[in-house]
């Protein structure tokens, strides 16, 4: 008899239990399978390349209440410590839609970053989503409970209610050298971020060895092109195709700027690529149309001069 046969006919006590069986051994499959999927992908041998996906939670910035500026952030430091960022998601606070985020970015990424819903109100679900996502419950942490307690954080129990197998991360806090006092929380290969700018920033810088791959480093130069975008572009797509997949060349037009047209960036995992780039794209370009740019001159100028004015400084003390 099928057993599907055999839950028909049996009794009521019977089916009751072939259905919490039944119950059990999905959840532990879904369990086993989630377990796995987060070592692979933060298990990988050295010399792989390391990935991250970007999570940013949040109403404020779908509804444009708030400009979203971590990004630009986390994409710029993740790469500075050798991690490739491939998809970044804004998304919603909605339990459901963050859960189903996580669950599809932790098996396909090394590291995931979320970024907001963490604090004390009704739309901070970041905790709940991440328990959802991976078949947990929320259970109160002692460790977060009695740093709440130190901080005199009333009102702020919440932030103590996280999926139990939270990991606690406290890092060194760059403003002051000490442990931060309240700690990062992760669960498997998923970091649960504020969403506060100035916060995030701080977390990050003081985590760095979280991310850090260092048998990756990305190398990149930027050219700047007084010629039109559209005359250029068949020399561009030369290029690409002559350096296929040690280089990748990005063209960015800015119709606003009056000393150059196009820029163009240059990226790869060696440096001998861009020289051999920088050498193709010179003898193709229109003659004269590669021109010396520096963004942010008057910053950079500001802190040349102050350099040296304090190297003068110190010249005149020493004699």
């Not at 070592?39 to 991250?52: C, F, K, M, N, Y």
């Not at 949040?58 to 444009?64: F, P, Q, W």
């Not at 996502?133 to 130190?150: C, S, Y």
Request: include cysteine.
């Amino acid at each position: 008899m099928a057993p599907s046969a055999l839950y028909l006919v049996a009794p009521q006590y019977l089916r009751t239990l072939f259905w919490g069986l039944r119950v059990y051994c999905r959840a532990l499959h879904r369990h086993r399978e989630g377990r796995t999927m987060a070592a692979r992908a933060s298990e990988l041998p050295p010399g792989r390349s390391v990935t991250a996906g970007i999570i940013i939670v949040g109403d404020e910035i779908l509804k444009g209440h708030t400009q979203d500026t971590n990004t630009y952030f986390l994409c710029r430091t993740l790469r500075s410590l050798g991690v490739k960022v491939c998809r970044v998601s804004v998304v919603p606070d909605e339990v459901a839609t963050i859960a189903a985020e996580i669950t599809s970015f932790s098996s396909r990424f090394t590291h995931v970053l979320t970024a907001g819903g963490i604090g004390p109100t009704h739309d901070d679900v970041t905790f709940e989503a991440v328990a959802q996502a991976f078949g947990e419950e929320l259970k109160p942490h002692p460790e977060l409970q009695a740093a709440i307690k130190a901080l005199g954080g009333e009102g702020w129990e919440k932030l103590s209610l996280v999926p139990s197998s939270a990991r606690l991360h406290y890092g060194t806090d760059p403003q002051t050298g000490h442990p931060f006092r309240f700690p990062l929380i992760s669960v498997r290969n998923v970091y649960l971020f504020p969403g506060i700018p100035e916060l995030l920033r701080r977390v990050l810088e003081g985590m760095k060895d979280l991310f850090q791959n260092t048998a990756v480093r990305f190398h990149s130069k930027e050219l700047y092109v007084a010629a039109a975008e559209s005359s250029i572009a068949p020399i561009l797509a030369e290029a690409q195709a002559h350096f296929g997949r040690r280089l990748c060349l990005g063209s960015y037009p800015d119709w606003g700027n009056n000393y150059y047209q196009v820029k163009l960036t240059l990226d790869s995992e060696e440096e001998e690529p861009l020289e051999e780039c920088l050498t193709y794209l010179t003898s193709r370009l229109p003659q004269g149309s590669l021109v010396p740019y520096m963004p942010s001159a008057v910053e950079q100028a500001s802190m040349a001069v102050y350099k040296l004015a304090e190297s003068g400084s110190k010249c005149l003390t020493d004699h």
